[in-house]
Antibody
Framework: EVQLVESGGGLVQPGRSLRLSCAAS????????MHWVRQAPGKGLEWVSG????????GYADSVEGRFTISRDNAKNSLYLQMNSLRGEDTALYYC??????????????WGQGALVTVSS | EIVLTQSPATLSLSPGERATLSCRAS??????LAWYQQKPGQTPRLLIY???KRATGIPARFSGSGSGTDFTLTISSLEPEDFAVYYC???????????FGQGTRLEIK
């Protein structure tokens, strides 16, 4: 059974940093691209970042480019999102998602339950 | 930036009826379009990828069509569990552009 478990969320002040982690199990992690997608309370889905199976191809939404960094450790079956210079508009539930392919197709067939990030003073 | 516009914003139908949801891209995205369903309090569920391919386990009543800038998700005969919010998503010019539409709420009439 595919499982994605996010951790690292919480309440943080504007301008500070936070690192999200996603522990993957139930599939061959380094066979698939991975993504972070967020959803602000009561709002729609927003793609944040994606990474190919070996980290050779990475992309970011304009809204986080230069502030967030995605990475993965295939030996640990883990995906990460380093979030710096956080803003109020970054407040959201952050989902970790598995792509259907090793390259980024952006089609996410499995989702974690999400990590809540609240940016507030 | 490629913008996806979904219509209508809200669709009110009864079980057994046919639902047609639209997604229009601001420029051509070939067939790089996916559809997701999200119910309240749940994670999104992949329905369709590459415009017309059903994801694993998705019932045959869900179908996708289109290419270029105009796409459609059709639910042939609505079941009670189909009432939810539906999002389209595009991947084009990777890296780095992936965007979602604003969603269509399918509600029971």
């Amino acid at each position: 059974e595919v499982q994605l478990v996010e951790s690292g969320g919480g309440l943080v002040q504007p301008g500070r940093s936070l690192r999200l982690s996603c522990a993957a199990s139930g599939f061959i992690f380094d066979d698939y691209a991975m993504h972070w997608v967020r959803q602000a309370p009561g709002k729609g889905l927003e793609w944040v970042s994606g990474i190919s199976w070996n980290g050779g191809s990475i992309g970011y939404a304009d809204s986080v480019e230069g502030r967030f960094t995605i990475s993965r450790d295939n030996a640990k079956n883990s995906l990460y999102l380093q979030m710096n210079s956080l803003r109020g508009e970054d407040t959201a539930l952050y989902y970790c998602g598995k792509d259907i392919d090793s390259v980024v197709t952006a089609s996410v067939d499995y989702w974690g339950q999400g990590a809540l990030v609240t940016v507030s003073s | 930036e490629i913008v996806l516009t979904q219509s209508p914003a809200t669709l009110s139908l009864s079980p057994g009826e046919r639902a047609t949801l639209s997604c229009r891209a601001s420029q051509s995205i070939s067939s790089y379009l996916a559809w997701y369903q999200q119910k309240p309090g749940q994670t999104p569920r992949l329905l369709i990828y590459e415009a017309s391919k059903r994801a694993t386990g998705i019932p045959a009543r869900f179908s996708g069509s289109g290419s270029g800038t105009d796409f459609t998700l059709t639910i042939s005969s609505l079941e009670p569990e189909d009432f939810a919010v539906y999002y389209c998503q595009q991947r084009s010019n990777w890296p780095p552009e992936i965007t979602f539409g604003q969603g269509t709420r399918l509600e029971i009439k």
